[in-house]
Nanobody, 121 residues
Framework: QVQLVESGGGLVQAGGSLRLSCAAS????????MGWFRQDPGKERELVAA????????HYADSVTGRFNISRDNSKNTVYLQMNSLKPEDTAVYSC??????????????WGQGTHVTVSS
């Protein structure tokens, strides 16, 4: 059974940083693209960042480009989201996702339960 477990969320002041982690288990992590979504109540769910199987290709939402960085360590079955220069509008539940294939152009197949990020002004 595939499991994605996020950690690293919390409360931070605007301008601060957080690093989210997502530990995966249950299958060959290095064969699948990974990503991070976020959703705040009343807003649409947004793909924040994605990374291909090797870490060689990444994608970012315009709203986080230049501030967030997605990376992965296939030896640790873990994907990370480094979030810098945080803004109150980054407040959301952040969920780790895996893709069916090694690239993030295809369908998603698993979701984590999410971790809360709150950015105070």
């Amino acid at each position: 059974q595939v499991q994605l477990v996020e950690s690293g969320g919390g409360l931070v002041q605007a301008g601060g940083s957080l690093r989210l982690s997502c530990a995966a288990s249950g299958r060959s992590f290095g064969r699948h693209a990974m990503g991070w979504f976020r959703q705040d109540p009343g807003k649409e769910r947004e793909l924040v960042a994605a990374i291909n199987w090797s870490g060689g290709t990444t994608h970012y939402a315009d709203s986080v480009t230049g501030r967030f960085n997605i990376s992965r360590d296939n030896s640790k079955n873990t994907v990370y989201l480094q979030m810098n220069s945080l803004k109150p509008e980054d407040t959301a539940v952040y969920s780790c996702v895996s893709y069916y294939s090694g690239n993030y152009y295809g369908p998603l197949d698993y979701w984590g339960q999410g971790t809360h990020v709150t950015v105070s002004s």
